[in-house]
């Protein structure tokens, strides 16, 4: 299948810090990319959705402008989590499709531990 | 909105015998359910997926059924090893890809 990675894997930072977390598409271009955050034991949560060349999409209770994307390319999406704070800790997961549907194979990436101290 | 819901929550069973997992959606126009393995402090990794237009999918000790009248779906795993134990999500797939709720799995050697 195809691969995405990210980086870093896991970020410990003070409060009040912004962090990036990067996601690239490794073997294929991604038009589209996905945001999740998952809490300990429980399901994978859409923050958003990351467009190639354009605005990206948030969800429902996600404040855009505490996370911050950008799709510079067709093979990276970037995610900055500003001024950080102990409640944004989680465990931050992005996927790319292999096209730009719903419906199209999904691949995640490895995911980002961050610890907000 | 699509809303996916996934039975049981946890599932323990002894090496050698088989697992199934449930899953449900609300959203007639979904046409794609994949199925992820996640370990623990990985990323989900998909295992296998099923289209509308299929009823059943295999790929050697994993398989996927798919009833669409009922809308509702299973993950059926035979001989189930102590490296099965992880949780698995099913997802259904309209628009967006929605989640069910994982199952946690233990495979007791």
């Known amino acids: 299948g195809a691969v995405v990675s990210q980086h870093p894997s896991r970020v410990i930072c003070k409060s009040g810090t912004s962090v990036k977390i990067e996601c690239r598409s490794l073997d294929f271009q991604a038009t589209t990319m996905f945001w999740y955050r998952q809490f300990p034991k429980q399901s994978l949560m859409l923050m958003a959705t990351s467009n190639e060349g354009s605005k990206a999409t948030y969800e429902q209770g996600v404040e855009k402008d505490k996370f911050l994307i950008n799709h510079a390319s067709l093979t990276l999406s970037t995610l900055t989590v500003t001024s950080a704070h102990p409640e944004d800790s989680s465990f931050y997961i992005c996927?790319?499709?292999?096209?730009?549907?719903?419906?199209?194979?999904?691949?995640f990436g490895p995911g980002t531990r961050l610890t907000v101290l | 909105g699509e809303n996916v819901e996934q039975h049981p929550s946890t599932l323990s069973v002894q090496e050698g015998d088989s697992a199934v997992i449930k899953c449900t959606y609300s959203d007639s126009a979904s046409n794609y359910f994949p199925w992820y393995k996640q370990e623990l402090g990985k990323g989900p990794q998909l295992i296998i997926d099923i289209r509308s237009n299929v009823g059943e999918k295999k790929d050697q000790r994993i398989a996927v059924t798919l009833n669409k009248t009922a809308k509702h779906f299973s993950l059926h795993i035979t001989e189930t090893q102590p490296e099965d134990s992880a949780v698995y999500f099913c997802a259904g797939a309209g628009n967006m890809l929605t989640f069910g709720g994982g199952t946690r799995l233990m495979v007791k050697p």
């Open positions: 996927s790319a499709p292999v096209g730009a549907r719903g419906t199209d194979t999904q691949y």
